[in-house]
């Protein structure tokens, strides 16, 4: 099967310009979510969707950062102004089954966007 | 507070040989999943190994194993005969639950070098 598809692999912005990443999930997975890895740290989870619905976004700095779902199939996430901390690898995973019996079947990943802003 | 802590930033081993590395979580729950991930430079996170936190049966795949220790809270990773393609970034993570969902934690990683 397809993997988890990313777009674009980098990217190279200045401060205060605007982003936008997208994700493709594996075909007929569920839930899907996006993380942030800053160099040298382990991803931190920015938002979860389960279909077209958001199920946690408490680590999403809502200010700047946005993300949707259409239809419940690929997904855009957004940062608008950018700041020099926002560089990073942005990860997008997808899991097939929804609920927690689900993800305890592990999550697939993306290669990750790398994002550097200057 | 969730948390995830792998103690070993950076670790090596010599081709052939077994090297352990450890990862301690923090949680209140009784029913949860354990993985490690391992992210080469390619960024691809390849799921390593899983453990369900209601089996005692440690769980091997090939060279890797766990050594799981839930009362303590212990959830190490032994690699046997390492190879040069074991290189890479190793994450121990756990699926706690949240809600009727369940949530991937990350700890810091560990960076393996395995030399020829």
């Known amino acids: 099967e397809a993997g988890v598809a990313q777009s674009p692999r980098y990217k190279i912005i200045e401060k205060r310009q605007s982003v936008a990443f997208w994700c493709n999930p594996i075909?007929?997975?569920?839930?899907l979510y996006w993380y942030q890895q800053i160099l040298g740290q382990g991803p931190k989870l920015l938002i979860q969707?389960?279909?077209?619905?958001?199920?946690?976004d408490s680590q999403l700095p809502k200010d700047r950062f946005s993300a949707e779902r259409l239809k419940g199939v690929d997904s855009t996430l957004k940062i608008q102004p950018a700041k020099l901390e926002d560089s990073a690898v942005y990860l997008c995973?997808?899991?097939?089954?929804?609920?927690?019996?689900?993800?305890?079947?592990?999550?697939?990943f993306g290669s990750g966007t790398r994002l550097t802003v200057v | 507070a969730q948390t995830v802590t792998q103690s070993q930033p950076e670790m090596s081993v010599q081709e052939a040989e077994t090297v352990t590395l450890s990862c301690t979580y923090d949680?209140?729950?009784?029913?949860?999943?354990l993985f490690w991930y391992k992210q080469p430079p390619s960024r691809q996170m390849i799921l390593v190994i899983r453990?369900?936190?209601?089996?005692?049966q440690n769980a091997t795949e090939n060279r890797f194993s766990v050594n799981f220790q839930k009362a303590a809270k212990s959830f190490s990773l032994k690699i046997s005969d390492s190879q040069l393609g074991d290189t890479a970034m190793y994450f121990c993570?756990?699926?706690?639950?949240?809600?009727?969902?369940?949530?991937?934690?990350f700890g810091q990683g560990t960076t393996l070098q395995v030399k020829p």
């Open positions: 995973a997808s899991s097939l089954v929804s609920g927690f019996i689900g993800t305890g079947y592990g999550y697939t």
């Open positions: 075909s007929g997975h569920a839930t």
């Open positions: 969707f389960q279909n077209n619905g958001v199920v946690d």
């Open positions: 949680t209140s729950e009784s029913n949860y999943y």
């Open positions: 453990q369900e936190a209601y089996k005692q």
């Open positions: 993570a756990p699926v706690l639950q949240a809600g009727n969902t369940g949530k991937l934690i």
